[in-house]
Every structure is written in C-alpha cells, then in structure tokens.
C-alpha cells in the first residue's frame, strides 16, 4: 500500500477523451458557421467568462461535452454581485420577485441555451438540456455527431 492514498478523479481513457475532443471541435465549428461567438475552454484552466457559447469536455468517465452561454462582462458582474451580497448577508431572493440583473441574466442564459440546441440539432448533433437542479445552470449535454 502506498505511502500517500488520493482519492483523485478518474479520467477516461485516451481514445474516449479524443472522441470527446473532435466531438467538442465540431460543435464549435458548428456554432461558428452560425455565426455564434464560440470559446474552447478547458475546466479549470484557460480564460473562462468570455461572453458567447462556452465548449468544453469533462474528462471524467461518463463525462461529457457541454456548452454553456456567458453573458457580457456588465451583466455578469451584476448577476454575481447581487448572489454575493445576499450571501454574505443571509438573505434570500423571492424567485417571484428577482432583482433586475438576476432575473435578466438568468432569462438571456435560459433563452441563448434553446437557441444552441435548435442550431446544434440542425447541424446534426444529438442534444440534450442538462437538468439546472443537478448541474446548477442552463447547459446543454452533446452527445453525439452524425453528418446530415
């Protein structure tokens, strides 16, 4: 038994991550032929929060490709600085009854995630909305390329 014991995350295998990876490539080739602005980004490093269509692939087993919208810088900032205050004072949003820059930060996010799906399963992707309850925002799940 060794020395140290981690509990580090798996990663897939070398030949399921580079299938991600073209999967990833041409979903932003999609996007980009729609005239979508389109970031690749790996989690956890690389300039995340550009504004436009966010592609990355989790590297873990079972993992997949997302795409997530990032708003522009001015509204992001509003969004998170609204969350943080109520954080740091305890308070609760009423969800019927958002402040501006959240509910319309919230809606824009909401509305560019259908707008993605309409364009992805167009160029053939095979798509799905990730439940917001589990994966905490409005991102969508590519499954799976085939040429139309």
Same mark, same amino acid.
């Given at each position: 038994?060794?020395?140290?014991?981690?509990?580090?995350?798996?990663?897939?295998?070398?030949?399921?991550?580079?299938?991600?990876?073209?999967?990833?490539?041409?979903?932003?080739?999609?996007?980009?032929?729609?005239?979508?602005? $389109? /970031?690749?980004?790996?989690?956890?490093? %690389?300039?995340?929060?550009?504004? +436009?269509?966010? =592609?990355?692939?989790?590297?873990?087993?079972?993992?997949?490709?997302?795409?997530?919208?990032?708003?522009?810088?001015?509204?992001?900032?509003?969004?998170?600085?609204?969350?943080?205050?109520?954080?740091?004072?305890?308070?609760?949003?009423?969800?019927?009854?958002?402040?501006?820059?959240?509910?319309?930060?919230?809606?824009?996010? $909401? /509305?560019?995630?259908?707008?993605?799906? %309409?364009?992805?399963?167009?160029? +053939?992707?095979? =798509?799905?909305?990730?439940?917001?309850?589990?994966?905490?925002?409005?991102?969508?799940?590519?499954?799976?390329?085939?040429?139309?």
């Amino acid at each position: 038994m060794a020395e140290h014991e981690f509990d580090l995350p798996l990663k897939s295998s070398p030949e399921i991550l580079a299938e991600r990876d073209k999967l990833a490539d041409e979903a932003c080739r999609a996007l980009t032929q729609a005239g979508i602005p $389109v /970031h690749r980004v790996e989690l956890g490093g %690389g300039p995340e929060g550009r504004p +436009g269509a966010e =592609v990355h692939m989790e590297a873990t087993p079972g993992g997949r490709v997302v795409v997530d919208w990032n708003t522009g810088a001015e509204l992001t900032t509003a969004a998170v600085k609204l969350l943080e205050g109520a954080l740091l004072e305890g308070r609760r949003f009423d969800p019927a009854n958002h402040p501006f820059a959240l509910r319309h930060h919230s809606t824009v996010r $909401v /509305h560019m995630r259908d707008a993605l799906l %309409g364009i992805l399963t167009s160029a +053939g992707f095979d =798509v799905e909305v990730a439940d917001e309850d589990d994966y905490g925002a409005p991102v969508l799940f590519v499954n799976s390329f085939r040429r139309p």
